[in-house]
Protein backbone atom coordinates (compact mmCIF):
# COMPACT_ATOMS: atom_id res chain seq x y z
CA UNK A 1 0.00 0.00 0.00
CA UNK A 2 2.43 2.37 0.49
CA UNK A 3 3.40 2.65 -3.59
CA UNK A 4 -0.07 3.76 -3.72
CA UNK A 5 -0.27 6.42 -1.01
CA UNK A 6 3.08 7.79 -2.52
CA UNK A 7 1.48 7.74 -5.98
CA UNK A 8 -1.60 9.74 -4.77
CA UNK A 9 0.41 12.43 -2.78
CA UNK A 10 2.24 12.85 -6.44
CA UNK A 11 -0.88 12.85 -8.41
CA UNK A 12 -3.27 15.00 -6.13
CA UNK A 13 -0.39 17.38 -4.75
CA UNK A 14 0.79 19.90 -7.14
CA UNK A 15 2.48 22.41 -5.65
CA UNK A 16 2.18 26.12 -7.05
CA UNK A 17 5.94 26.93 -7.73
CA UNK A 18 8.96 25.01 -6.75
CA UNK A 19 8.55 24.54 -2.91
CA UNK A 20 5.28 23.59 -1.06
CA UNK A 21 1.86 23.57 -1.65
CA UNK A 22 -0.64 26.36 -0.36
CA UNK A 23 -2.98 25.37 2.29
CA UNK A 24 -5.59 25.37 0.46
CA UNK A 25 -4.01 23.09 -2.20
CA UNK A 26 -3.10 20.86 0.83
CA UNK A 27 -6.50 20.80 2.10
CA UNK A 28 -7.52 19.86 -1.53
CA UNK A 29 -5.22 17.14 -1.66
CA UNK A 30 -6.38 15.69 1.68
CA UNK A 31 -10.05 16.03 0.86
CA UNK A 32 -9.48 13.78 -2.42
CA UNK A 33 -7.04 11.03 -0.21
CA UNK A 34 -10.22 10.74 2.09
CA UNK A 35 -12.72 10.96 -1.11
CA UNK A 36 -10.75 8.46 -2.53
CA UNK A 37 -9.66 5.98 -0.12
CA UNK A 38 -10.21 2.18 -1.26
CA UNK A 39 -11.83 -0.63 0.87
CA UNK A 40 -12.07 1.55 3.56
CA UNK A 41 -8.32 1.38 4.27
CA UNK A 42 -6.74 4.47 5.41
CA UNK A 43 -3.68 5.28 4.26
CA UNK A 44 -2.06 7.50 6.88
CA UNK A 45 1.50 8.08 6.05
CA UNK A 46 -0.17 9.78 2.99
CA UNK A 47 -2.32 11.23 5.22
CA UNK A 48 0.44 12.89 7.88
CA UNK A 49 2.60 13.74 4.93
CA UNK A 50 -0.22 16.10 3.67
CA UNK A 51 -1.34 17.20 7.28
CA UNK A 52 2.05 18.66 7.85
CA UNK A 53 2.05 20.34 3.88
CA UNK A 54 -0.84 21.81 5.11
CA UNK A 55 0.01 23.09 8.74
CA UNK A 56 3.73 24.55 7.23
CA UNK A 57 1.41 26.55 4.41
CA UNK A 58 -1.02 27.57 6.88
CA UNK A 59 1.88 28.70 9.78
CA UNK A 60 3.47 30.53 6.73
CA UNK A 61 0.53 32.04 5.16
CA UNK A 62 -0.79 33.35 8.80
CA UNK A 63 2.77 34.88 9.52
CA UNK A 64 2.76 36.49 5.86
CA UNK A 65 -1.02 38.27 6.62
CA UNK A 66 0.43 39.61 10.18
Known sequence: MPALS???????????????PSASEANEAIR?????RVD?????????FL???WAVASRAEVSGAS
Not at 32 to 36: A, Q, R, W
Open 6 to 20: LELMHTTLQPTGPSR
Open 32 to 36: HLVET
Open 40 to 48: DEWPSAAYE
Open 51 to 53: LEE
